[in-house]
């Protein structure tokens, strides 16, 4: 579930403390309404490493509205999660509207997104998979 708006503040702006691969975070929340906010802002890891990040949530509802990571090396798009809808692509059924794009021909090759949702916070578990791949990079 999508804690509290006070609550979310802190996980966002605790993210470079619980990971150590974290070396910059400009993220922040900025409140659009009484129960809504915004989440922008980049997180940077070594290795050139960095996580654009855009959410929209709902606190009332307490639920993620909008989302889009991209995950960047240098220049290159190493691959992006976002909720755009695929209804004609059975193969991404099971986490619809849920996915992740990948190389190669990223922008039309989709896999499922299946940790991915929209009831609860997404930004840990892709750095958690960040720094999974950190060491093979």
Not at 71 to 79: D, F, I, N, Q, S
């Amino acid at each position: 579930m999508i804690p509290s708006l006070s609550d979310y503040e802190k996980i966002i702006y605790s993210l470079p403390e619980k990971f150590s691969s974290i070396t910059t975070s400009t993220l922040v929340v900025k409140r659009t309404s009484a129960h809504s906010a915004q989440i922008t802002g980049t997180v940077y890891f070594d290795q050139d490493i960095r996580l654009r990040v855009l959410e929209t949530i709902d606190f009332s509802e307490r639920e993620i509205v909008d989302y889009s990571y991209e995950v960047h090396r240098g220049a290159e798009k190493l691959y992006w999660y976002d909720c755009w809808p695929h209804p004609d692509d059975p193969a991404l059924a099971s986490t619809h509207p849920h996915h992740k794009h990948i190389p190669p021909n990223i922008k039309h090759n989709r896999v499922i997104a299946p940790q991915i949702s929209f009831n609860h916070p997404n930004l840990t578990v892709i750095i958690a998979e960040i720094e999974q791949m950190l060491p093979k990079l």
